[in-house]
């Protein structure tokens, strides 16, 4: 994967506009999808999820797109806040076969939202 | 709040040592993952136990262990360590983790190893 740091792409938007955040996964098998937001020094924040079987997905102010011809996630933030700055993964949960399902992460995209 | 928790918040020791992560899962979540992310390799899995009993190994070292309690915590051991342990480890869990579901993270422990 990526590293969080230096090398992540980074999407600067102004306060007010909306964002876009673009994912691609690697995985056809991958049925259920998650949004997760990481703050400087903490956790992943769950924002919102997908199930396979849906191509769209609304939340407040978020709405997760999912296009599985291309293996690819959007994750759209309306009226984009200075607290909505942070990192953003996208994650695919997929079984093993093995009885256990998992989570592979994406890259991330910082997000700086400029007052 | 996710309400899973992780102890210590911060943790500096030197290359050789070994140390012990402590992670206490969501009330009802009898699944508890552990991910490490550094700056140069992103979220990566270690590690999934379920109601005690390890269900998943990911890109864990050998010097790595780790266990999950009659009461549902888990412990992260890590040994032998080296500068590139340096991470930032986090716990998850999840009710099950046998199906699609969403993963919580607690606020991770900051290991330093100089």
């Known amino acids: 994967g990526e590293s969080v740091g230096l090398h992540l792409p980074t999407l600067s938007v102004q306060e007010g506009d909306n964002s876009i955040i673009n994912c691609a996964y690697s995985?056809?098998?991958?049925?259920?999808f998650i949004w997760y937001k990481q703050e400087s020094g903490k956790g992943p924040q769950f924002i919102i999820d997908i199930r396979s079987n849906m191509d769209k997905r609304q939340g407040q102010r978020v709405t997760v797109l999912l296009n599985k011809t291309v293996k690819h996630l959007s994750l759209q933030i309306a009226a984009t806040q200075p607290g909505d700055s942070a990192v953003y993964f996208c994650?695919?949960?997929w079984g093993n076969g093995a009885g256990s399902y998992q989570l592979t992460f994406g890259k991330g995209t910082k997000l700086s939202v400029i007052p | 709040d996710s309400g899973v928790t992780q102890t210590p918040k911060h943790l500096i020791t030197a290359t050789g040592q070994r140390v012990t992560l402590r992670c206490s899962p969501r009330?009802?979540?009898?699944?508890v993952y552990w991910y490490q992310q550094s700056l140069d390799q992103g979220l990566q899995f270690l590690i999934q136990y379920y109601n005690g009993e390890e269900r998943a190994k990911g890109n864990i070292l050998e010097r790595f262990s780790a266990q999950q309690f009659p009461d549902l915590h888990s412990e992260l051991n890590l040994s032998s360590l080296e500068l590139g342990d340096s991470a930032l480890y986090f716990c998850?869990?999840?009710?099950?983790?046998?199906?699609?579901?969403?993963?919580?993270f607690g606020p991770g422990t900051r290991l330093l190893v100089l």
């Open positions: 995985n056809s098998a991958s049925d259920y």
């Open positions: 998850a869990s999840s009710v099950a983790g046998s199906g699609p579901e969403t993963q919580y």
């Open positions: 009330s009802g979540d009898l699944s």
């Open positions: 994650a695919e949960n």
